[in-house]
């Protein structure tokens, strides 16, 4: 490769409050940075985390002699000790600025009236990116409209670590060699050392055959897959099932910044020739995918952004069930693998949401990461299995709670096979306890609270057969307890009256208002869907799906007196307005309006084809 960019990823503006902002972004070399703040020198707190010879996470905590003022304009700049490096920077940021712009600006705007939401963006699904429409509202603003959004929340699969494609792949590992980025021993694996995979003559679409089995003739195994020796990991789309950590964090480098695509090449030699075509076909949608990262990197350089992990950030089904766990951390490669993708996940997107809930792990980290490569790789990996601490609440007007629906499971003491409660008790009280006194309260869940009644309905036909992992049975009502807890909030007495809930996972958007029935004094819930950033539902199923459902589950339905939430009443907004049409299968960024003194929750979504449809409330609401 020619010579190495100095920020290869980044900066992306992460938790920002009254007195201060963060910036994550990994560089090349190691840097000494500062940041300025509306020209003016900032008490700066710098954390570096080396993940390679020529890859150093940098975290930067800007604390301010006086307070930012709600609303206002604050232009930023990125300063480098060495003059080499600020040279080199200061050519490079100019890609990351706007037409017309001399410095980095964001807003801190701590009462929100327009928030953006999105999950699922898988690279090389065919439909476009839809972050490109962040991108037009902010450039929006510096052609003299309106203010560009508040903030933007990513709620789940950021990254798919277990559905890449060939060409991603291929890039992956042309970035682990140009970086340097950190290999290791591998137990339980065909190959004894990461650095081994990009040789294997399994590595391009064949890694389902490197990955570790399940045991011959268990009842776990033919539960899984009604066969032996079968993979443990369940995605189907496992064939280049990323498995290091250098893999991880190169593919955050790539679905995140234009830097390092500059001298990537792809070729179809080393491809097995059965997937030759695939591999073509899919380099023309990764093509066009790093073609648009340029505006993606300026958005989030922007606009602060929070983020919260889904299953695919890590593997499909991640914690679905007991016994998915007892298999895949019971066996050393596929826990490593596990482990890898959450290591990846603190470094690039959980530390920037609240970096002072880390400090002990950052502490830890010293001693893991090192310019010689990864120390006690393992007991890194329990302490992030162990930490309890994921979800985190933002101070706005209304706050914004995230939840961990991933590793605080309510598993199942009846069966192995059974679904795990999204969160546990413990979790849930605790959600509980931090929504007493609020008036109003975004929660953001990765999975919808109200899903669509015939889908959940198969998934619990399904799953009374044992077959939980097949439908994918990740829905809040799929738990007994956990429904139970849950629903029982809303109803309680101290539940805020207004109350939004902002979910997304599965690939197509949707809108609920959700009353108490038999109740005066009701809380007001909106629950709005927005689903996938770059992804999408199969549409003729969907179509059927959305069919059955209004047949079956409508709103007069007799058959909502059989559900968990039948003391609820859940009306559905239709897309557009359109009667008759409650599920939107397009590739979106949704987009949340709320008015001061109005209790209207708008509802968007941001189409990536341009369009933008709006999910009115229903006249008679």
Known sequence: MSSLPLVVAGPVLRHTHSQGFTLWLVTSERVDAQLICNQQQTECAQHTVQAG???????????????????????????????????????????????????????????????????????????KDALTRVHGLIEEEFKGGVCRPDMLLLTGDQVYSDDVAGPMLQAIQQVITALGLFGESLEGAVVDHSDALASHSLNYYQRDEILPKIAMNTALSKLFFGAKKKPVFTSVNAKNHLISFSEIMAMYILVWSPAMWRDI?????????????????????????????PEVRRSLAHLPVYMIFDDHDVTDDWNL?????????????????????????????????????????????AGVFTPAGLNEHDAFIDTLLDFEEWHYTLETSPPVYVMDTRTRRWRSESSLNKPSGLMDWEALCEFQQALIGKE??????????????????????????????????????AHRGTANVILNIFRHYKTPPEFIILSGD???????????????NSPHITQFTCSGIKNAFPEGLLRWLERLNRWFYGHKSP???????????????????????????????????????????????????????????????
């Not at 930067?60 to 206002?72: C, F, R, V």
């Not at 007991?322 to 959980?350: D, F, T």
């Open 53 to 127: 010879e020529r890859a150093f996470v940098t975290l930067l905590e800007a604390n301010l002699a006086s307070p930012l003022t709600a609303g206002s304009l604050n232009e930023y700049e990125l300063r480098f000790a060495s003059q080499d490096q600020q040279s080199q920077w200061d050519n490079e940021k100019q890609t990351v600025l706007f037409e017309g712009q001399s410095a980095l600006s964001f807003y801190w705007q701590p009462a929100l009236t327009n928030v953006l939401h999105g999950s699922c963006r898988k690279p090389h699904h065919d439909e």
């Open 265 to 293: 090449k792809f070729s179809d030699s080393d491809i097995p020739e059965p997937y030759k075509a695939q591999f073509n076909q899919e380099l023309t949608v990764i093509q066009a995918f790093a073609a648009t990262l």
């Open 506 to 520: 599965v690939h197509y958007s949707f809108v609920y208002d959700v009353r108490l029935r038999f109740r005066r």
């Open 440 to 477: 109003a309260v975004i929660v953001v869940s990765a999975a919808p609270i109200y899903g669509v009644k015939m889908i959940e309905a198969i998934q619990k036909v399904f799953t009374f057969f044992g077959k939980a992992l097949t439908v994918d049975a990740e829905n809040w009502m």
């Open 559 to 621: 058959l909502n007196v059989f559900t968990r939430r039948r003391n609820m009443s859940v009306r559905s907004r239709s897309p557009g307005g359109i009667d008759g049409k409650t599920l939107l299968n397009r590739s979106a960024i949704g987009q949340l309006v709320l008015h001061k003194n109005d209790t209207t929750v708008i509802c968007k979504a941001l189409c990536s084809n341009g369009d933008t449809v709006e999910f009115p409330p229903r006249k008679e609401e």
């Open 321 to 365: 069930t007991r016994g998915w766990e007892q298999e895949v951390y019971g066996h050393p490669l596929s826990k490593r693998m596990v482990g890898n993708a959450l290591m990846g996940y603190w470094l690039c997107q959980g530390w920037g949401n609240q970096p002072d809930k880390f400090t002990d792990i950052l502490e830890t980290a």
